[in-house]
């Protein structure tokens, strides 16, 4: 027994001792919250310490000892903001010895601490079916405080997970307000809980004076003193004042991180600010920590909250640690370059000290052979000053060549149409025929007709040859201009189908669609039909489709 009482003791005292010695000269920065990140693995090991002790103590205890339910219970405790899962287990073992004794209030109160981890694990219907069988008029006055606290943090829960139903907030402020009455005015947990509701009314000041009270009244820095802390964050947050709010965060994550609390929700709340604050690298340190924490004590509803921002955190960080590593290996480069002409300036320079005296010697030839130098590029700027302008002369026989070709392409459209022409004037005379029933004449000028009819087709593909040789890439340019599933694939042996062949003539400088139509021998309406189908698939805007036409082969042609 002796020994028994020697563990709890350690396991009581010692890590208390450790706590406070972390406490003096600590700082409430930013920066000093980074580094208690960074050591959380340390308080987690007093609290694993303390914990070990507990077991220990438990495991050493036969069944049909009460104490064990002591110990079970100051487990139970211990684990609820460290290890959800333990403390279940845990309260299920004080829920056990609860009833071998026969003990009615353990059981209540077993009950009541189990009701209270399924919620904060997220288990709701567990929670629910433990409190629907608590008859509250049959409790006593502290097991009312603990069951309406059950209650309203419950439906706090519930409402905060289901945000298209406002109902359940309401179920929770009418359980906090039998909460009130259940409290005694001057406690703690009552002015806490009255603070809150005032919060809720928008009573900020009113809260803020109840909670810095209570805070300057508190001389440990406990889990109470991190909830307080994140309270009067939440008022600063609704007051719009970042700077107190962000200041009253982070204590409040310095508290849970060295009371090792893993079901907190000031880191979460100060990694959003610090993001929307611009401060990503520490926003992103700050809700990866939140997550662990979540993660490892099984709280669901935290690491739900948690996982609603982590991915924007998450993606903002790695696209600013691209930024850095892009910038870094542009330094990198830089510093490279920068070292490499260094050691060739270093190795000029001593080159330099040697050939020196050489140097002197020769300078009275190498001021000659400036001389000399200096009259080759006149003689040089005079060669360029001639070239220059046999290239002006060249771009003068160029545009005259262009003008030339242009009228060529005029005449060679004009006798297109003009054959064209032949071809509807004889097919007007075939029609009269057949009306007058001229069979001979009419095979006759079938002959013709059919002649005529290749001579047109032969123009055609004379117009689509020209045209190519002209501007080679058109087609392929054309089709940059449409959507890449409209592009045109032309047959074998075919340079130009109808829709290319209206827009070669556009790029010609032939807008106007009846005339396009007298050459194509086409109506007007089929030209203007072709051309309204053709710019509805371009991947340019409609209105400068035409314009972006005319531009193709220019840089070529030039």
Not at 94 to 108: D, F, K, M, V
Not at 151 to 171: N, P, V, W
Not at 412 to 440: A, N, P, R
């Amino acid at each position: 027994m002796d020994r028994l009482l020697l563990l709890l003791l350690c396991a009581l005292i010692l890590p208390r001792l450790s706590i406070r010695c972390e406490v003096v000269g600590n700082d409430h920065t930013l920066a000093n919250l980074l580094r208690f990140i960074d050591r959380k693995q340390e308080f987690m090991d007093v609290k694993e310490m303390k914990i070990q002790g507990l077991v220990q103590a438990f495991n050493q205890l036969a069944d049909y000892d009460s104490t064990r339910y002591l110990i079970a219970k100051q487990l139970y405790q211990e684990y609820t903001p460290y290890k959800l899962d333990s403390a279940i287990v845990y309260a299920e073992y004080s829920l056990q010895l609860a009833r071998r004794y026969g003990n009615t209030e353990w059981i209540t109160a077993s009950n009541l601490d189990l009701a209270a981890l399924h919620f904060t694990a997220g288990m709701y219907i567990d929670s629910y079916n433990i409190l629907q069988d608590i008859s509250v008029e049959r409790l006593p006055p502290s097991f009312r405080v603990k069951y309406y606290d059950a209650r309203k943090r419950l439906y706090k829960f519930y409402s905060s997970a289901s945000h298209y139903d406002d109902k359940y907030e309401a179920r929770s402020d009418l359980y906090r307000d039998s909460l009130l009455d259940e409290l005694d005015p001057e406690s703690t947990q009552y002015q806490i809980v009255y603070a809150e509701k005032l919060l809720d009314h928008q009573q900020l000041e009113k809260a803020k004076m109840i909670l810095m009270r209570l805070l300057s009244q508190s001389d440990e820095e406990n889990h109470e003193r991190a909830i307080l802390c994140y309270a009067l964050a939440t008022v600063f947050r609704q007051e719009g004042n970042i700077s107190l709010q962000r200041r009253y965060l982070i204590q409040s994550a310095i508290y849970d991180i060295k009371n090792a609390i893993k079901e907190n929700a000031a880191m979460k709340a100060l990694a959003s600010l610090l993001y929307e604050t611009e401060h990503i690298e520490e926003a992103y340190k700050c809700i990866q920590s939140s997550m662990e924490d979540a993660i490892f004590c099984n709280a669901r509803f935290r690491a739900y909250e948690a996982s609603q921002i982590f991915p924007i955190i998450d993606s903002a960080y790695q696209e600013k640690e691209a930024q850095k590593k892009d910038m870094l290996t542009g330094f990198l480069l830089l510093v490279s370059v920068l070292s490499i002409f260094l050691a060739l300036a270093i190795i000029y320079v001593y080159r330099q000290m040697k050939r020196i005296n050489r140097v002197r010697d020769e300078l009275f030839e190498a001021n000659q052979r400036l001389q000399e130098l200096n009259a080759r590029l006149n003689t040089t700027n005079d060669a360029l000053h001639k070239t220059n302008l046999e290239v002006s002369s060249i771009n003068k026989d160029l545009a005259e060549a262009n003008h030339i070709k242009e009228a060529y392409i005029g005449q060679f459209l004009d006798l297109c149409s003009t054959y064209i022409d032949k071809l509807e004037h004889f097919q007007t005379m075939l029609k009269k025929m057949v009306m007058g029933g001229k069979m001979d004449e009419l095979l006759k000028r079938l002959k013709s007709r059919d002649m005529i009819e290749r001579e047109v087709k032969e123009l055609f593909s004379t117009f689509d040859h020209i045209f190519l040789h002209i501007y080679p890439n058109f087609v392929d340019d054309f089709n940059a201009l449409l959507m890449e599933d409209e592009r045109f694939v032309l047959k074998n042996n075919e340079l130009l189908n109808t829709e290319l062949r209206i827009f070669a003539l556009i790029r010609l400088g032939i807008t106007d669609s009846s005339k396009i139509a007298g050459f194509l021998h086409y109506s007007t309406n089929t030209i203007y039909s072709y051309r309204t189908r053709i710019r509805n698939k371009a991947r340019v805007p409609r209105e400068e489709f035409d314009d972006m036409v005319m531009k193709i082969g220019r840089i070529s042609k030039i």
